[in-house]
């Protein structure tokens, strides 16, 4: 059987130009912090749509595209998700997380407490399909699941950072409960939940630092 191929028009730029655009967008993502105080200001949708596309281009195995991102506005069903979190928290913090992964938390300040998800004005959960369903209900393969909707979820951040916007990547543990919530299929495994919106004024940050370029880049010339 023979696929269509078409031509591809690449995104091209002078090299001084790609310099300055490497740069500029490294110097944009590098102000990206997590936050967890939120301000309860409200986000046009469109903004929130671009984002969730944006987080739709990225790559998968054999394009699969197996994400589905649900997008809650609603701020009954927002309370709802808090509370059941907060509910899986506490069991975390009160014993299901090792004493050194406490401690390693402790610079960050968090703990079982949730209210961004209930202030933030939206939150996006990132579903993952480990497999896909055909129209008659015929199982389909997905690849790579994992690190398709793990490189999505980064598009997501960037896009959500990118538009002047902060989140969290919050993972509830155990995560069923949200699929439960929101009443999605079981195919369908939650694998992030991102509260989307604008910083609290006077919004604070624990004081990190990045590691060196020499930690994180190796190079074999
Ligand atoms: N899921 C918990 C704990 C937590 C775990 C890691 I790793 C973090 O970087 C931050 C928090 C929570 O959301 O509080």
Redo the contacts with the bound molecule.
């Keep these: 059987m023979e696929y269509p191929f078409i031509t591809y028009k690449p995104v091209q730029f002078g090299e001084s130009e790609m310099i300055s655009r490497s740069k500029v967008f490294y110097d944009l993502m590098d102000q990206r912090r997590s936050v967890r105080d939120f301000s309860d200001r409200d986000v046009p949708e469109e903004i929130i749509r671009n984002i969730v596309k944006t987080a739709g281009t990225a790559p998968s195995g054999a394009h699969k595209q197996p994400w589905v991102f649900c997008v809650i506005r609603n701020k009954t069903l927002k309370s709802r998700l808090r509370a059941l979190a907060e509910e899986e928290?506490k069991k975390?913090y009160e014993g299901r997380m090792s004493e050194r992964w406490i401690k390693d938390?402790a610079p960050?300040g968090?703990n079982e407490k949730k209210e961004f998800i209930d202030i933030a004005p939206w939150i996006i959960v990132v579903m993952k399909k480990s497999y896909d369903q055909d129209a008659d209900g015929t199982k389909t393969n997905n690849y790579y699941v994992n690190e398709s909707v793990g490189i999505a979820s980064g598009f997501l951040i960037a896009a959500i950072h990118n538009a002047g916007l902060v989140t969290l990547t919050?993972?509830?543990?155990p995560m069923n409960f949200i699929a439960k919530a929101l009443n999605r299929p079981d195919i369908e495994k939650p694998y992030l939940l991102l509260p989307v919106g604008y910083p609290a004024e006077a919004c604070k940050v624990p004081d990190l630092t990045r590691k060196a370029y020499d930690e994180i880049a190796i190079y074999f010339e």
């Design positions: 928290e975390n938390l960050l968090t919050h993972t509830p543990s």
